[in-house]
Each structure stands twice: as structure tokens, then as C-alpha cells.
């Protein structure tokens, strides 16, 4: 079951993702280009939420591969889009695409783990 804490992860990725679309189109054609640091922002902090939203299913469930392939995604994300590896517009695109995959990776593997544990927790 998808709870809440569970969309600021997606969120985060999603928007980290679809910065250079947003960069480059709707937000410099529409005048507000000046709006991408705080997007940029925005996705690294929710990012982070996702983050804790992990780490508190870790300490539900133990099981830690989604809470690493979650962190190597961010870590992707991050490296694809804004540092020097990155380079400018889609040219890194197998970086912060990989780290995408990976973020989206985890999300179903905690949603499975999740849900796993409670049915075993349910019929005892």
C-alpha cells in the first residue's frame, strides 16, 4: 500500500528528472527560468524526505536493498544533473536516467518488501 511519506520520494525524482525539460521549455518560455535554483532545491529536498521515508521503512522491514538502490538513484539523479559529470542539457542523460530507474526500482522493491512483511506479520 502507498502511503504518504512514499510521493515526496517520487517527487523528488520525478522533478530531478525532468529539470532540463522544465529548464529549457516551460519555465524559460513562460518567463520564469529564474525559477529553476529553487526547483532544483525543491527536488534535492524532497529528495531527502524521500530519504527519511526510507530509513524509517528500514527500521519497519530490515531490509536494506531499497533504501541503497534509492540512495545510488539520488546520488545519479544529483551527479547527472548538477554536477560537472553532468554536463549541460541531455547530455547526461544515461546518468540521471540510470538514477531514475534506480529511485523507481526502489520505490516498487519497498512497496513489495512492505507489504510482504505485513501479510507474514498478519497470519503470524
Do not use: E
Not at 21 to 42: C, F, K, Q, R
Not at 88 to 117: C, D, K
Amino acid at each position: 500500500m502507498i502511503k504518504k511519506r512514499d510521493s515526496s520520494s517520487l517527487l523528488g525524482a520525478i522533478g530531478m528528472g525532468l529539470c532540463p525539460v522544465l529548464m529549457a521549455t516551460a519555465l524559460s518560455t513562460v518567463g520564469l527560468g529564474v525559477l529553476a535554483p529553487i526547483w532544483m532545491w525543491l527536488s534535492g529536498a524532497l529528495l531527502v524526505a524521500g530519504l527519511v521515508g526510507y530509513a524509517l521503512d528500514y527500521r519497519y522491514h530490515r531490509q536494506s536493498a531499497p533504501m541503497i538502490l534509492f540512495v545510488v538513484g539520488g546520488l545519479l539523479l544529483w551527479a547527472g544533473r548538477y554536477s560537472a559529470l553532468g554536463g549541460t542539457g541531455w547530455q547526461a542523460w544515461p546518468l540521471w536516467g540510470s538514477g531514475g530507474l534506480f529511485v523507481l526500482t526502489a520505490f516498487v522493491l519497498n512497496l513489495w518488501v512492505r507489504s510482504h512483511i505485513s501479510a507474514v506479520r498478519a497470519n503470524g
